[in-house]
């Protein structure tokens, strides 16, 4: 497998990474990376290919230096849903079932029905308090959606925010008054709210592998 952990969405040529501080107990969070997501014809085109890869590559890392990781699944209550419990785009993609219970270090799954991981079951926020957990890593799926949500409710929390954006991706959407907005549009919308907003820091993949050891 080719390695795309370098080649985060961009706009113009942006400056080298600023190094980040990765504390020992930093906390994964892989959101709703499910196989609903795959079925285009009901989201729409996507941006960043190369997510699933960089996604992988996280978890990897976090579960062969002993951190925590926290799987989060989204059980839909919209009966089309391509994500409704009973239904097989509920379940994780493969790479990420594969995954699940191969590392040393503390696991956790998470089921919710809203957009925060935070609002799920079991308590996330007292889970990271048991374990003095005060660091955490936002991946998945969709960007500007549980991704943005989680990492923004994280912030308000009091949490270190980091949220590698290419290890992320997201679908086209419409608004309101006619406006459409491209996935890649939508995703760097997020990374300037998040990081602009003060409630992470966005980083990469590479970025991120570098000092998990």
């Known amino acids: 497998m080719s390695s795309n952990h370098e080649n985060a969405p961009s ?4 400056r080298a990474p600023e190094r980040t501080d990765l ?8 959101v709703d990376v499910q196989r609903g997501f795959e079925e285009e014809e009901f989201w729409g085109p996507r941006d960043n290919p190369a997510a699933d890869e960089n996604i992988a590559a996280l978890i990897d890392a976090w579960q062969e ?9 989204h059980d839909s209550s919209q009966p089309g849903s391509p994500l ?15 995954r699940r219970g191969q590392g040393t270090g503390p696991e956790l799954l998470v089921t919710k029905t809203v957009n925060s991981a935070f609002y799920g079951t079991p308590d996330l926020g007292a889970w990271f308090d048991e374990a003095g957990i005060r660091q955490i890593v936002v991946i998945g799926i969709q960007t500007n959606m549980c991704v943005e949500t989680t990492a923004r409710m994280g912030g308000n929390l009091g949490y270190e925010v980091l949220v590698p954006l290419d290890a992320t991706h997201t679908f086209d959407l419409s608004g309101p008054f006619g406006w459409h907005r491209s996935a890649a549009e939508l995703a760097r919308a997020t990374a300037v709210t998040l990081h602009g907003g003060g409630f992470a820091r966005v980083v990469t993949t590479a970025g991120l592998l570098a000092v998990c050891r």
Do not use: C, H, M, Q
């Open 84 to 98: 409704r419990p009973g239904y097989g785009g509920n379940d994780f993609k493969e790479y990420v079932r594969r």
């Open 23 to 30: 504390a020992p107990n930093a906390a994964l969070i892989v």
């Open 65 to 73: 230096t002993g951190r925590p990781v926290v799987f989060v699944r």
């Open 11 to 14: 706009e113009g040529s942006p």
